[in-house]
């Protein structure tokens, strides 16, 4: 039975395309990388937790430079995601554990159209040479539906899916609220600032 590996962060996009994926072998690969806004990790579980869905939180390094400089043209590290795609190939590649046949498995991540200007790794050209890659070598098909889609559009799917902006973590820069542990978003780095943007575009969507 071929089943599906999702790259989830705990953010909208991984999250909504985590809903979305219609199989009923499916599996979530969650990653702790020191990044400063781990919370995200948090969510990510509970998600897993709540649908049921079986996941694995691998634990790796990269390098932190420009991960929260919000004024640099490199908000996140560079590399991140075509490292964790070759992370997910590795597990997926060895999905014979959760009743797959190991080579016939979806890799899939939420790369979109949105992220393409910045990242050089969630551009169709990278992800196209990736996929042909990993059928190459493994026989995974890396998946990547939302490579057309705006933050808008999968806001909008999200919703459908009965999932809220609530249950997810985007923020890269998570302020800590006075006398208790807990988190807010800061509502300047960039995912607030798409999220943000994505919500006022689909309100005056649908108020017209």
Known sequence: MEGSLIL?????????????VED?????????????HEVEVEYAIKLCEEHGIEYTVH?????SSGLLDSNSSTPV???????????????????????CLPG????????????QSLFPDCTPEFLDAMQAALVAG??????????KKTKSEILELAWSLGLKTS??????????????????????????????????????????
């Open 8 to 20: 989830l962060s705990g953010g909208l996009d991984s999250s909504t395309l985590l809903l979305s």
């Open 24 to 36: 009923k072998n499916k599996h979530a690969l969650i990653f702790k990388y020191g990044q400063p």
């Open 59 to 63: 634990e790796f390094s990269l390098p």
């Open 77 to 99: 590290i560079q590399g991140r995601n075509a490292t964790m795609i070759s992370i997910g190939a590795a597990y997926a590649a060895s999905l014979d554990r959760w009743g």
């Open 104 to 115: 016939l498995a979806n890799l899939y991540i939420a790369a979109n159209k949105d992220d």
């Open 138 to 147: 493994y026989g995974i098909n890396l998946q990547y539906p939302f490579i």
């Open 167 to 208: 249950d997810t973590w985007s923020c890269y820069d998570p302020v800590r609220k006075l006398f208790t542990d807990e988190v807010k978003e800061c509502g300047l780095c960039l995912p607030c600032q798409q999220i943000r943007e994505a919500y006022n575009t689909l309100k005056e969507k649908h108020n017209d």
